[in-house]
């Protein structure tokens, strides 16, 4: 035991010594290079990031329009899915379903779900007999919805499994 304290220190003092000489380097090329050092330790400095995130954005934006596009069509589950929300604009929708696709894959489909009997929107529903089925054929859109996302998605590149 007292062999791998011993050793324990042995490593934390030299990884401590390898820190301090690497700081050292650092101020050793500041007092050379000044500002411009940050050369030599970030790759492509000057690289436009800005028109590289605004892409990204389009992306994001391309993706949304690709689903309200989606929903819009004659699809069948397109089409129950706008018989379902009646009161909210494709594009909310579509929105809605980006956010849910970031969220883990088993809790997807209870928030399609959500989203599709308005639980999400604050509607209330009464109760009822016919509940249970309205309940499975909401799973089912959710699911078939989903299938149709995971489409969408892999032409982005974004390959989910459902």
């Known amino acids: 035991m007292v062999k791998q304290s011993s050793t324990d220190h042995q490593e934390r003092l030299e990884t401590f010594l390898q820190h301090l000489e690497e700081a050292r380097q650092l101020q050793r ?3 050379t290079y000044g500002i411009n050092c940050v050369d030599l330790y970030v790759e492509d400095v000057d690289a436009d990031w800005q028109e590289l995130w605004r892409e990204d954005e389009d992306k994001q934006q391309t993706f949304v329009e690709s689903v309200t596009t989606f929903l819009k069509s004659n699809d069948r589950v397109a089409v129950r899915v706008r ?3 009646t009161d909210q604009s494709l594009t ?3 929105a809605k379903l980006e956010k849910y696709l ?3 894959e088993e809790d997807q ?3 399609v779900k959500n989203m599709l009997s308005g639980s999400l929107t604050g509607r209330e529903r009464n109760r009822d007999s016919s509940d249970e ?4 054929e909401l799973l089912d859109l959710a699911e078939g919805l989903l299938k ?3 489409v969408i998605l892999k032409e982005f590149g974004e390959i989910r499994a459902w």
């Open 29 to 31: 090329e500041w007092m």
């Open 83 to 85: 018989k379902q929300l």
């Open 92 to 94: 909310d929708i579509a």
């Open 102 to 104: 970031s969220f883990p």
């Open 109 to 111: 489909i209870f928030l």
């Open 133 to 136: 089925n309205n309940e499975i």
């Open 148 to 150: 149709k996302l995971a």
